[in-house]
């Protein structure tokens, strides 16, 4: 709750504003019954009919002016509202794109979206709720017992005999739902989960006709999520019912009651009228109450889930001088005896035989300025773990990564990535035009753009298009082949002249003749750049100056493409299988 109210204390003189102008119309409308029992029980026994009309003039000007006053303050409410909402998503956000590679595994990509979407959404509810119910309910009833006691003790007091037994259960109830919509929150990420999976994956599905099998496990999320909100509905329901027939019950009471005093002359036929009206407009106010402690509950369970993205320092951060380890090597990339376990980052807790295997162990190589390293393994082998520590998306478990002869964790995260160009497995293609998808966002020229897509073997098949480089591509590339799209990425990432170049087994949809002249291109136009390849293709890393071969997250070898020929039979293998070779 403390994070709702932290954004909302932005908006507070306008929130202030709607919460007057409620409570304006809240006072105006508590005046309705009073004038209508004054008419009743004076007015009209006086037979004095200019009173009358005065008194029905009066009446329709209060609710004109209840109306007036409801509708701006609700407006100013939904305006508050939506801007604390703007403000919740966009740090959200933001805080969601600095998160660390072990934050981001911890709290999960699918809850991310619901927390941006969902919980977002209950904030955003609850926070127009408090600013228009949330005042004018309290009101109400607190208005409503006060001009009642005036009117008549006797009968107010079963108001207020009921009133706290209802405030109790309502408390009550409320305090036990905040779990229960949590849990309903994580049923959500499930789903959503589920859902990506799908969108991303729906022509593997397809291709391998498991469109039942997707079905049964989004089923089976959904019920848990049913049951989840089922339960939680189920809890939160109890409080209306039962404040209702509390509340006809007392309504009875004061009929009868009522009748009786009124036979007896103790009180008047108005003063019954007034207090039916005002019975159900606390009645209403209570069932309105309730409505914002169930609102309270589910965007306390919310908020608590954005607040703990908003609140996560931002990860990687500059280690202290004294706390970096040194290298005497002058070569630009340095893996000193790397070990990497992305479970032991996870974990607070457990011995070291409880430990899965390591991603990596024990790695060590070297890259001098405008060399080339070629990484070679199955599938596995921890060849983009790699890619992950030199780029600090997670920080070694052992041993140390040097970039220019300093600790990696040294660096500022911006300052260390700007050296980098980056092709990713599966990487993205946004839907934007191609020229903004290889510019994106930096201070680009288009003959910079232009020219990476040369170097990228990118611009024949842009160029071909009515509208060149403003061409449009689809969500995630759809409207492009697999081939065009990789150059159209590595175009991206050949454009600022990276200090160091990664291709991330980015030549996959290729053909070898393609494969090569784009090899070449990046040899003749960026040379100076450092360039370490992925590949699972032996021709396409085999020219390289040195090839890494991993197996089961270890060195297995390390040299040039003749020497592991000789030394290393793992090498030999993968070679004499793709070439078709035997040596």
Known sequence: MKLILSYMKKYRWTIVLALVLKLAATMLELLLPYVLEYTIDVAAPAKDLPLVIVCGVVMIVLAVLT???????????????????????????????????????????????????????????????????????????????????????????????????????????????????????????????????????????????????????????????????????????????????????????????????????????????????????????????????????????????????????PEPVPLPEEQLAKTASSDLIVFDHVTFNYNAVNSNAGSKEDEPQPALTDISFSIPKGGSLGIIGATGSGKTTIINLLMRFYDATEGNVFIGGKDVRGYDVKELRQKFGTVFQNDVIFADTLESNIRFGRSLSSEQIRSAGVDALADPFISAYSDGYRHTAAIKGANLSGGQRQRVLIARALAALPEILILDDSSSALDYRTDAELRHAIREHHSESTTVIIAQRVSSIMGLDQILMLDEGRIAGLGTHSQLMESCPQYRSVYETQMGEEV
Do not use: W
């Open 67 to 313: 109306c007036l006053l409801n509708i701006r303050s609700n407006r100013t409410a939904i305006r508050n509202s939506s801007r604390t909402a703007y403000d919740i998503r966009r740090d959200l956000f933001f805080s969601s794109l600095h998160l660390s590679g072990r934050q981001t595994d911890e709290v999960g990509l699918a809850s991310l979206i619901s927390r941006m979407t969902t919980d977002s959404y209950n904030v955003q509810t609850f926070a127009q709720i408090l600013q228009t119910m949330g005042i004018r309910a309290p009101i109400t009833v607190i208005g409503g017992i006060i001009v009642t006691v005036s009117m008549d003790v006797g009968l107010a007091s079963i108001l207020l005999v009921i009133l706290p037994i209802m405030l109790v259960v309502i408390i009550s109830v409320s305090l036990r739902g905040i779990p229960l919509f949590d849990r309903v929150q994580q049923r959500i990420d499930a789903i959503v989960r589920i859902m990506r999976e799908n969108i991303t994956g729906i022509r593997v599905v397809k291709a391998l006709s498991k469109e039942e099998y997707e079905r049964q496990r989004y089923h089976e999320a959904n019920e848990q999520m049913n049951r989840a909100d089922r339960k939680a509905g189920i809890v939160m329901s109890l409080p209306g019912p039962l404040m209702s027939a509390a509340l006809n019950i007392g309504l009875t009471f004061v009929i009868l009651i009522g009748a009786r005093r009124v036979n007896n002359g103790q009180t008047q036929p108005g003063v019954i009228l007034a207090f039916l009206t005002y019975f159900n407009m606390i009645l209403f106010s209570i069932m309105a109450i309730n409505r914002v402690f169930m609102m309270a509950s589910r965007a306390n369970a919310s908020a608590a889930r954005i607040g703990a993205v908003i609140s996560q320092s």
